[in-house]
């Protein structure tokens, strides 16, 4: 693109000698501090001396670094537009629209008079996305969630919540857009990235006259809102997120920032309003809901006491002759009895025992072994129809002693045999 055009993208451009200066796009800006003049062969050559990358400029007025530099020939990338998103000012008239393209471009028109389109940015009075959804919800008492980039806004939508955002990603928000929320319930869901967490920041000190301001907790490794419903997220896991969201806390969350970026925390002096007390607050009691965006499981329901838990297979293992068939039975005697396995409490409940290798009657065979050690030297009717015992060797033949075994089966559970 030639200088020129970039200039006309720009607001407040003032010409100077031999350059030009204008309000940075990608920031808050008051004053101009941005310089703009032509390089060598047509390229244009800017700076924002409040700091500002050049790639986050340009993103701000919809172009990318490439077009700064002009091409003999320039290359043309094939590019779809995606989406068109209508910024509307308070009494629902069309102020400018912002065009999402394949390549991640996001260029800006304005209406002009002839019924056309201006491509700049130069002269719009910028505004929150949705606005008057916006000041809808708040005069009825709804929640307001701020995220980061239009799409997200329509995934909100599209979970049965008023949304809204700003042009020009997380540089774009400006302070002057906080008088929009006065009274508002305001929900922050932005970006997961470092940038994100600095957007809802900058969104959190802009709304002072918010009646609340809370973080919605995204579950770890999605990247935001629509990465996350992509990603199987709903209605109902998102209610409960937003129902449990934590006051937004400013000074926290810029130290979680600088940790992140620096890897050394900024805490100040201990007192008794500071980050000493929040480390005893409900925002550091850690649940599975905000942790996965899931509800916390159900208690562990155990057939013996933090051993061997119902609903799981637990697998005995080790080498031969050490001992397996003895604790297995062991197992069995104190599930069918109800009585402490090895201390532990155990739930009665019937036991059926597998095993390839059976011998009962033998006075070496296991089961003696096992019955002699606990003083029954035979199966009393007592706990025998809790027992039922299958040699896989004896192609699933059914061994005595025990009693009433078809019954057992019927009792408990049904069986198929082909």
């Not at 290359?75 to 394949?102: F, I, M």
């Not at 929640?143 to 809204?164: N, Q």
């Not at 007592?382 to 025990?402: E, G, H, N, V």
């Amino acid at each position: 693109m030639r200088t020129k055009e970039i200039i006309e993208c720009l607001e407040g451009a003032q010409e100077k000698s031999g350059y030009w200066i204008a309000k940075c796009p990608s920031h808050d800006d008051k004053n101009p501090s941005l310089s703009i003049r032509e390089g060598e062969g047509g390229s244009t050559l800017i700076h924002c001396h409040a700091g500002c990358s050049t790639e986050d400029v340009m993103a701000a007025i919809g172009l990318q670094k490439s077009d700064l530099y002009m091409y003999p020939e320039p290359p043309r990338s094939k590019k779809e537009l995606v989406a068109t998103y209508e910024y509307q000012g308070a009494d629902g008239n069309l102020l400018y629209e912002v065009l999402r393209y394949s390549d991640k471009s996001f260029p800006i028109r304005q209406p002009d008079v002839a019924g056309g389109w201006k491509w700049t940015s130069k002269g719009i009075k910028k505004v929150p996305y949705r606005l008057p959804e916006v000041i809808l919800a708040i005069k009825e008492g709804r929640p307001v969630v701020i995220t980061e980039g239009e799409k997200d806004v329509h995934t909100l939508e599209s979970l049965g919540f008023v949304a809204t955002c700003c042009a020009g990603g997380s540089n774009g928000w400006r302070s002057e857009y906080g008088r929009y929320f006065e009274g508002a319930d305001i929900l922050l869901c932005g970006d997961t990235d470092e940038p994100g967490k600095q957007y809802l920041v900058n969104v959190a000190k802009s709304c002072t006259t918010a009646k609340s301001v809370k973080k919605v907790e995204l579950p770890p490794l999605v990247d935001d809102i629509s990465d996350w419903v992509e990603h199987g997220g709903n209605k109902v896991i998102f209610d409960g997120l937003a129902d449990s969201a934590p006051d937004f806390d400013i000074e926290f969350e810029e130290e979680e920032i600088e940790t992140s970026t620096t890897g050394t925390p900024s805490f100040s002096e201990s007192t008794d309003t500071n980050h000493d007390s929040r480390f005893y607050s409900d925002r550091d009691v850690m649940t599975a809901m905000p942790l996965w965006g899931y509800p916390d499981p159900p208690p562990m329901k155990w057939a013996i006491e933090d051993t061997i838990p119902y609903g799981y297979i637990t697998i005995l293992g080790a080498d031969g002759g050490t001992g397996k068939s003895y604790i297995a039975l062991r197992l069995m005697y104190s599930v069918a009895t109800g009585t402490p396995f090895m201390g532990k409490v155990t739930e009665q409940a019937n036991a059926l025992y597998l095993d390839s290798s059976w011998k009962w009657k033998t006075k070496s065979a296991d089961g003696p072994k096992c019955l002699g050690g606990l003083n029954q030297t035979k199966m009393t009717r007592s706990w025998s129809t809790k027992c039922l015992f299958i040699s896989l060797r004896d192609r699933y033949q059914i061994l005595r002693p025990f009693v009433n075994c078809a019954n057992w089966f019927q009792n408990t559970t049904s069986v198929s045999s082909s």
